[in-house]
C-alpha cells in the first residue's frame, strides 16, 4: 500500500452479505458509516449498494495518511463492529479490500 503524492490513502472494499442477511447488513452498514465519517483523518467515506447485486456492498474511503487509516481501524468501536460484520458478511474482511493508486494519463 502506498500514500499518493498529497499522501492520500484510497481504499475500496466490497463485502458480500450471506444469503438472508442483507437487509441486515444494509443496516448495519447505514449506522456504521456516519461514525466512521467523524474518524480523525476522514476525507471520504460512503457505502454503495452494488447496482443489480442485491447484497453486495462496497465502500469507498479516502484518508488523510495511513495513519489516520490505521486509528480508525483500531478505534475502540471497532471491537464492537467487527463481530458483528462478520455475523453478516460472507467471507472475512481483508478478502475485499482494496487500496488505490491513483494515475492520469499524460497529455
Same mark, same amino acid.
Given at each position: 500500500?502506498? $500514500?499518493? /503524492?498529497?499522501?492520500? #490513502?484510497?481504499?475500496?472494499?466490497?463485502?458480500?452479505?450471506?444469503?438472508?442477511?442483507?437487509?441486515?447488513?444494509?443496516?448495519?452498514?447505514?449506522? !456504521? #458509516?456516519? !461514525? /466512521? =465519517?467523524?474518524? $480523525? *483523518?476522514?476525507?471520504?467515506?460512503?457505502?454503495? %449498494? #452494488?447496482? *443489480?447485486?442485491?447484497?453486495?456492498?462496497?465502500?469507498?474511503? =479516502?484518508?488523510? /495518511?495511513?495513519? !489516520?487509516?490505521?486509528?480508525?481501524?483500531?478505534?475502540? =468501536?471497532?471491537?464492537?463492529? #467487527?463481530?458483528?460484520?462478520?455475523?453478516?458478511?460472507? *467471507?472475512?474482511?481483508?478478502?475485499?479490500? =482494496?487500496?488505490? %493508486?491513483?494515475?492520469?494519463?499524460?497529455?
Amino acid at each position: 500500500m502506498t $500514500t499518493t /503524492s498529497n499522501h492520500y #490513502v484510497t481504499v475500496l472494499w466490497e463485502a458480500r452479505a450471506k444469503a438472508g442477511k442483507e437487509a441486515a447488513m444494509k443496516e448495519f452498514m447505514t449506522a !456504521a #458509516v456516519t !461514525a /466512521s =465519517r467523524h474518524d $480523525t *483523518g476522514n476525507i471520504d467515506y460512503d457505502a454503495h %449498494q #452494488v447496482e *443489480g447485486e442485491p447484497g453486495t456492498f462496497v465502500i469507498f474511503e =479516502r484518508w488523510e /495518511s495511513r495513519e !489516520a487509516l490505521d486509528g480508525h481501524l483500531h478505534a475502540p =468501536r471497532m471491537q464492537e463492529l #467487527v463481530p458483528r460484520l462478520l455475523e453478516l458478511m460472507d *467471507g472475512a474482511i481483508e478478502d475485499g479490500i =482494496r487500496f488505490l %493508486q491513483p494515475f492520469r494519463p499524460a497529455r
